[in-house]
């Protein structure tokens, strides 16, 4: 198994661009959630999705969009990127069961860069 | 105004000995407690956790106590070089815990040979 994929790595956008950051997860997890992490803070979370169809907002959603039309992926648009959007954004899943544990399971991160 | 604090950003260890790691929390509502360990270019996997009735949680080498009003620790005994890595503590209101994580801002270990 893969895991939670996402791509890309890393991006380096211009102030005003849009982009779309992929995630794809192969486990058959219901939830599913992107987070933003900035230097020296913790993960804070922008959008979650508790299935198909479903999403949600996190504590840090504007200037965000998501959307979840399968169970493997979500992905996560930035619009007019700004360059308080620089940050490494982590994306995660969970299955029913380790959702009442708090356990989920994350990718390897996108590090985007608003210039 | 963070809910969920790890106020030391960085712990240097030698291998063998006792690692501390702290973590203080605001918030009542939160019930259920988490650790998350992060090695660089990587994303953050689950360590261990407890929720808040129980006062401790050993799984191997790790153990997170849970003994202070609105403060937990983990410890890591021996500490291996392995282990060196950013350590999140993360708390919940607990049902449907990993919907509500919120995450402290990390402390980094490093354990020297």
């Known amino acids: 198994n893969a895991g939670v994929t996402q791509t ?30 900035d230097p020296g803070m913790g993960l804070k979370l922008i959008y979650y999705s508790v ?25 996560l648009r ?12 982590f994306c995660a899943s969970s299955s ?5 544990t708090g356990e989920l399971f994350f990718g390897e991160g996108s590090r985007l860069t608003v210039l | 105004d963070q809910q969920v604090k790890q ?14 790691l702290n973590c203080d929390y605001t918030n009542s509502m939160f019930d259920y407690f988490l650790w998350y ?14 929720s808040s ?5 050993e799984d191997g080498r790790f153990t997170v106590l849970n003994k ?18 950013v350590y999140f503590c993360a708390a919940s209101p607990g049902a449907n815990a990993g919907n509500m994580l919120t995450f402290g801002g990390g402390t980094r270990l490093m354990v020297k040979p």
């Not at chain 1, 007019?80 to 490494?88: D, E």
């Not at chain 2, 106020?7 to 006792?18: A, D, K």
Request: proline content about 7%.
């Open chain 2, 37 to 50: 360990k992060k090695y660089p270019a990587e994303g953050p996997t689950f360590l261990i956790s407890i």
């Open chain 1, 8 to 37: 890309p790595k890393f991006r380096i956008l211009k102030i005003g661009q849009s982009m779309t950051l992929q995630c794809t997860q192969d486990m058959n997890h219901n939830y599913m959630y992107w987070y933003r992490q």
């Open chain 1, 78 to 89: 930035l619009e007019l990127a700004a360059p308080s959007q620089t940050s490494v954004y």
């Open chain 2, 7 to 20: 106020n030391s950003p960085s712990l240097s260890v030698q291998e063998g000995r006792i690692s501390i």
């Open chain 2, 68 to 85: 202070s009003a609105k403060h937990l620790s983990l410890h890591i005994v021996p500490s291996q070089p392995g282990d060196s890595a």
């Open chain 2, 53 to 57: 009735i129980k006062d401790k949680n």
């Open chain 1, 51 to 75: 299935g198909a169809g479903i999403t949600d907002k996190g504590e840090v959603p504007n200037g965000y969009n998501v959307s979840r039309s399968t169970t493997e992926d979500f992905p």
């Open chain 1, 96 to 100: 029913r069961m380790r959702l009442n």
